[in-house]
């Protein structure tokens, strides 16, 4: 079991906030006017009166950051939003918000901050993978500050050899296997939302057990493989065309490849190239359009996990041969040299590693007998590992990606046994 399969061998948010505009009372009014809006239709001149003042009030209201549902069924329906020019203007404002993701960072304003300084730390999303003997749509995310993990919205597919990347603050998890096809779909999560989109332009090949990363403003899909064989192709997808474009392929064919991103460059690093698995690194120059080989690792591996962690790469886990691994190395860029540091406390191949808030994290994985659901971090002033807790699913070849914290705790907490 140690390749992956495919790979060929809420607390909802504070919407009382808003009450004013269709519940209990007026935002800025002294008189109660929402049993008035529930029983029966204000008066012509009360009517006038109140909405006069309705959008002074409202424009001050972070709609954007309210719940779609709330914001459509309980703010857009309400009459003395719908009868003012101004108020739906605002609620249009908010619906664009909500419906374009990819355009958030052209539209902050006021509206679109919390109106208190909140907590926002880094989380780190566990994505998909292989469990039970079945490919996983599950989703589940991990904050360091309370040691806990929450399972949030699932995706649509069933996906392992998923490759995880955050691009404009909206995750995306891109091909995989479902069990029985390889896939080129790609999926989008937002976290204000807790939701997924598929409206993301697909690859054009499929791809399992394949790297991304993010660089420039681009994501990168590095090699993977198809169903017939190991790819080195490479494209990139540029969020602001909805498009994926070929660039330069890899030297090597590799599946079950890590990539990271350092200093302007990308790099691809150990995998297999579809007979056996890899220690060589290449690493690709987007000013260039040119892949370079650099140092290889000292040990071969595949269904490694990979990270930038203090300006150097670490690479973890993986298998070799014959085994699955628990050792690890760094990269240094400035000398091109690779140095062992001390084994995870598990052997782990299909591991996800991640920093989160300065930490960092290995993340599920195989051990040549079970599949596994506990995380460790890594500590670089003493050079060891620990183990700090689990998930709620044990997870092999499943993404990892780290975000900001959501401003608002915009989600339904989603029951673990009601996900696959």
């Not at 505009?21 to 007026?26: E, H, I, K, M, Y």
């Not at 054009?204 to 169903?227: K, P």
């Not at 190239?273 to 220690?279: A, E």
Request: glycine content about 12%.
């Amino acid at each position: 079991m140690g390749d992956l399969p495919g790979s060929g061998s809420t607390a909802q948010p504070r919407d009382a906030a808003v009450t004013g505009t269709g519940g209990n009372s007026t935002a800025g009014g002294g008189s109660s006017v929402g049993s008035t809006a529930v029983d029966r239709p204000p008066s012509p001149a009360r009517l006038s009166h109140t909405s006069e003042k309705h959008p002074k009030v409202l424009q001050h209201v972070r709609l954007p950051l309210l719940s779609p549902k709330f914001l459509v069924g309980t703010v857009g329906s309400d009459l003395l939003v719908r009868s003012d020019e101004a108020c739906r203007d605002l609620v249009d404002e908010a619906k664009n918000y909500l419906l374009l993701p990819q355009e958030r960072p052209l539209m902050q304003g006021p509206r679109t901050r919390p109106r208190k300084p909140t907590r926002r730390g880094e989380v780190l999303f566990a994505v998909g993978g292989w469990c039970s003997g079945d490919a996983i749509a599950s989703v589940e995310r991990f904050d360091p500050q309370t040691n806990d993990w929450k399972m949030v919205a699932p995706m649509s597919k069933r996906r392992c050899g998923v490759g995880v990347a955050v691009l404009n603050d909206l995750l995306y998890a891109v091909g995989g296997h479902d069990g029985q096809s390889y896939l080129n779909s790609i999926e989008r999560y937002d976290p204000q939302t807790n939701q997924w989109s598929c409206d993301v332009a697909p690859t054009t090949s499929c791809r399992t057990s394949v790297g991304v990363a993010v660089l420039d403003g681009f994501l990168y899909a590095v090699g993977g493989q198809d169903g017939v064989q190991c790819l080195n192709h490479v494209e990139r997808y540029d969020p602001k065309e909805n498009k994926w474009s070929k660039v330069a392929p890899m030297t090597t064919r590799r599946l079950g490849v890590a990539v990271a991103v350092l200093g302007g460059f990308l790099y691809a690093i150990g995998g297999s190239d579809g007979q056996c698995p890899l220690n060589t690194v290449e690493r690709y120059d987007p000013r260039h359009n040119k892949w370079v080989a650099v140092s290889p690792m000292s040990t071969r591996r595949k269904h490694l996990g990979c990270a930038v962690f203090n300006n150097y790469i670490y690479a973890v886990g993986g298998r070799d041969d014959c085994m699955e691994l628990s050792s690890a190395e760094r990269y240094n860029p400035l000398t091109n040299t690779w140095s062992p540091i001390v084994a995870m406390t598990s052997r782990r191949s299909g591991v996800g590693l991640a920093v989160v808030n300065g930490q960092l994290y290995a993340v599920g994985g195989f051990d040549g007998s079970a599949y596994l659901k506990t995380i460790e971090v890594y500590d670089p002033e003493t050079n060891q590992w620990r183990l700090c807790g689990c998930m709620n699913y044990r997870r092999l070849g499943g993404g990892v990606g780290v975000m900001r914290a959501p401003q608002t705790e915009n989600y339904m907490w989603i029951r673990k046994d009601s996900v696959v």
